[in-house]
Each structure stands twice: as structure tokens, then as C-alpha cells.
């Protein structure tokens, strides 16, 4: 996660599917069967292993990003 929560990199990339332009759902598991939405974020770049999304709506601000947290993407 960048320093000003902006951008964050995923553990997946062009092997996983993951390409220029999905959108990821940022999630925090709460252990008891739900999830809470965190943010929301676009890929802007995209290597073999990773790739860095760049978040453009943020939720539930009492939740901070960090490492830990499930991302499930999408295509627009």
C-alpha cells in the first residue's frame, strides 16, 4: 500500500488473468461469515505475478488498507 493509501499491489497478474483495466473489490474478512468493502480500485499496471491498483473509492473509512486484505476483481 503507497503511502497515501492511493495504490496498493496485489499478488496476482498476467498468469492469474488479471489485466490493464479490471476492477477490484477490496475486502476485509470479518471471520464470521461477512466480508466489509474497504475500497474499490482499477489495475493501471500488470506484471506476470502482480500488478498495482490504483484505488478510486474508498468505504468504511475506520478501515485502513493493508496487507491482509482480499481483493476479488472484475471486468468492467
Known amino acids: 500500500v503507497s503511502p497515501k493509501k492511493e ?3 496485489i499478488d496476482k497478474g498476467l498468469t492469474s ?3 490493464k483495466g479490471m ?3 477490496i475486502f476485509e474478512n ?3 461469515g461477512g466480508n466489509v468493502l474497504v475500497a474499490i480500485g482499477t ?3 500488470v506484471k506476470a ?3 498495482i491498483v490504483r484505488i478510486t473509492q474508498r468505504y468504511n473509512l475506520k478501515k485502513d488498507l493493508k496487507e491482509g486484505l482480499i481483493a476479488r476483481g472484475s471486468l468492467q
Open 17 to 19: 488473468d488479471v489485466a
Open 49 to 51: 505475478d502482480s500488478a
Open 43 to 45: 489495475v493501471i499496471q
Open 23 to 25: 476492477r477490484f473489490d
Open 7 to 9: 495504490y496498493l499491489v
Open 30 to 32: 470479518d471471520y464470521l
